[in-house]
């Protein structure tokens, strides 16, 4: 047997464990699970050091490959991050469970009552590039919803990837409980994801999580209905009636923090009726930054010698220390700029008018759309779901930071006593 024929025996293996776990799962009670979660914690906290040692690996061959150094901060761990990662199942364990809520329920003339219930999805995919916490974030809010899951990363963590994985599987395994819920592609060769993509008996939904090139081709070659958590091409608009010093200090946030994170802002709109005020003391502060400004060509006429933005730089997601920056006239030319460029992930608007911030909230057409805050606060964990899944770009099923409810589905439940249809 070929390496491919090998490849699509073992990826159908891990699928028929997932997919036989899963059923096991689903009888398991909110406390089981959150025991399960509470023991992956203490697993991932105590073997903290056995995941530094494996992310070292990681980390030197991304520097050995010149990866860039936003890049190499989202892949990296240290024990800040281990504590989040462990920190954040503990409070996806004291999450109220979202499995087998009455969503709905009525009685019909005939006596008959119909109950909606939520359900879990059953078996997940996630295929995911560059940060490991994916790992375990994932995981544990698949479990908390009553999923199975099958975790594909990327080739740049692998060695992170598999040891989180490894730990949390050994904890289940330490509780008695099904650790084939868990299951990590041990290949970072691309037949294993196309070979996942085929399995629409075993596997009911895929969640792709990475680059644009990642969610195209995972969208293109599935059988399998697709989550995507596309881009984060996100602005902020600093309207004519913009506090001056909050503008400043959100951008800050927004950009510099964290560049390489799909939430942080990729271009910045400034109303031209305060452009000469507001983009000399913009400029000053992103230069102390060392953000490298791309202007169109109304800016460059303010700022003198900034690097000219060409039409692409408005669609593109730079995960760097890079900011395109336009001039418009108000607010609805804004919206119009986001809503064409844009992808429809989050976006912000700083003013004191709340009539132009009606209008920009309303018409925004993005999952998170923000009054005087920053973007950076589309996360799971910020909105106060714990660890997230992901953040979806779609308007279906789920849309924004993916938390435990959008895990779930519904199924009818139909309660009768002999009642049949005329």
């Given at each position: 047997?070929?390496?491919s024929?090998?490849?699509?025996?073992?990826?159908?293996?891990?699928?028929?464990?997932?997919?036989?776990?899963?059923?096991?799962?689903?009888l398991?009670?909110?406390?089981?699970?959150?025991?399960?979660?509470?023991s992956?914690?203490?697993?991932?906290?105590?073997n903290?050091?056995?995941?530094?040692?494996?992310?070292?690996?990681?980390i030197?061959?991304?520097?050995?490959?010149?990866?860039?150094?936003?890049?190499?901060?989202r892949?990296?761990?240290?024990?800040?991050?281990?504590?989040?990662?462990?920190?954040g199942?503990?409070?996806?364990?004291?999450?109220?469970?979202?499995?087998?809520?009455v969503?709905?329920?009525?009685?019909?003339?005939?006596?008959?009552?119909i109950?909606?219930?939520?359900?879990?999805?059953?078996v997940?995919?996630?295929?995911?590039?560059?940060?490991p916490?994916?790992?375990?974030?994932?995981?544990?809010?698949?479990?908390?919803?009553?999923?199975?899951?099958?975790?594909?990363?990327?080739?740049?963590?692998?060695?992170?990837?598999?040891?989180?994985?490894?730990?949390?599987?050994?904890?289940?395994?330490?509780?008695?409980?099904?650790?084939?819920?868990?299951?990590?592609?041990?290949?970072?060769?691309?037949?294993?994801?196309?070979?996942?993509?085929?399995?629409?008996?075993?596997i009911?939904?895929?969640?792709?999580?990475g680059?644009?090139?990642?969610?195209?081709?995972?969208?293109?070659a599935?059988?399998?209905?697709?989550?995507?958590?596309?881009?984060?091409?996100?602005?902020?608009?600093?309207?004519?009636?913009?506090?001056?010093?909050?503008?400043?200090?959100?951008?800050?946030?927004?950009?510099?923090?964290?560049p390489?994170?799909?939430?942080?802002?990729?271009?910045?709109?400034?109303?031209?009726?305060?452009?000469?005020?507001?983009?000399?003391?913009?400029?000053?502060?992103?230069?102390?930054?060392?953000?490298?400004?791309?202007?169109?060509?109304?800016?460059?006429?303010i700022?003198?010698?900034?690097?000219?933005?060409?039409?692409?730089?408005?669609y593109?997601?730079?995960?760097?220390?890079i900011?395109?920056?336009?001039?418009?006239?108000?607010?609805?030319?804004?919206?119009?700029?986001?809503?064409k460029?844009?992808?429809?992930?989050?976006?912000?608007?700083?003013?004191?008018?709340?009539?132009s911030?009606?209008?920009?909230?309303?018409?925004?057409d993005?999952?998170?759309?923000?009054?005087?805050a920053s973007?950076?606060?589309?996360?799971?964990?910020q909105?106060?779901?714990?660890?997230?899944?992901?953040?979806?770009?779609?308007?279906?099923?789920?849309?924004?930071?993916?938390?435990?409810?959008?895990?779930?589905?519904?199924?009818?439940?139909?309660?009768?006593n002999?009642?049949?249809?005329?």
């Open positions: 047997m070929g390496i024929g090998k490849i699509k025996e073992y990826v159908k293996e891990l699928a028929e464990r997932a997919k036989e776990s899963s059923r096991k799962l689903i398991m009670s909110a406390d089981q699970k959150n025991s399960l979660l509470k992956i914690a203490a697993s991932i906290r105590r903290r050091e056995i995941l530094i040692d494996a992310n070292k690996k990681d030197q061959a991304a520097e050995t490959g010149c990866l860039p150094k936003a890049l190499i901060d892949l990296m761990l240290n024990e800040e991050r281990i504590e989040q990662m462990a920190a199942l503990e409070e996806v364990a004291a999450l109220k469970d979202p499995v087998g809520r969503l709905d329920k009525k009685k019909r003339p005939n006596g008959m009552e109950f909606k219930i939520s359900v879990p999805i059953g997940i995919a996630i295929i995911y590039e560059s940060r916490n994916v790992t375990s974030d994932s995981a544990g809010l698949c479990i908390k919803a009553g999923n199975a899951v099958i975790l594909r990363g990327g080739k740049e963590a692998f060695h992170s990837n598999k040891s989180i994985a490894d730990c949390m599987r050994n904890a289940i395994e330490a509780c008695h409980g099904p650790k084939d819920i868990i299951q990590f592609v041990e290949t970072t060769q691309r037949e294993a994801v196309k070979e996942i993509l085929k399995l629409s008996s075993l009911d939904l895929v969640i792709p999580r680059g644009e090139n990642l969610i195209k081709a995972v969208t293109e599935s059988t399998i209905p697709v989550i995507k958590h596309y881009k984060g091409v996100c602005h902020i608009f600093v309207d004519r009636d913009a506090d001056f010093d909050k503008a400043l200090n959100i951008i800050r946030n927004a950009k510099c923090q964290r390489g994170v799909c939430n942080a802002i990729e271009t910045l709109l400034v109303d031209g009726a305060i452009a000469d005020r507001f983009l000399p003391l913009a400029a000053d502060m992103l230069r102390k930054e060392e953000v490298e400004m791309r202007g169109c060509p109304r800016t460059a006429k700022l003198k010698g900034i690097k000219k933005a060409g039409k692409n730089d408005w593109e997601e730079y995960l760097d220390l900011l395109a920056v336009r001039v418009v006239d108000g607010v609805e030319e804004a919206i119009e700029h986001i809503n460029y844009g992808s429809m992930h989050s976006d912000a608007i700083i003013t004191e008018n709340q009539s911030a009606s209008k920009f909230l309303n018409m925004v993005s999952a998170a759309v923000y009054l005087n973007t950076r606060f589309t996360d799971g964990g909105f106060g779901m714990g660890a997230e899944i992901g953040i979806s770009t779609d308007k279906i099923h789920a849309r924004g930071p993916m938390g435990l409810e959008e895990l779930n589905t519904y199924k009818y439940v139909i309660k009768g002999g009642q049949i249809r005329d």
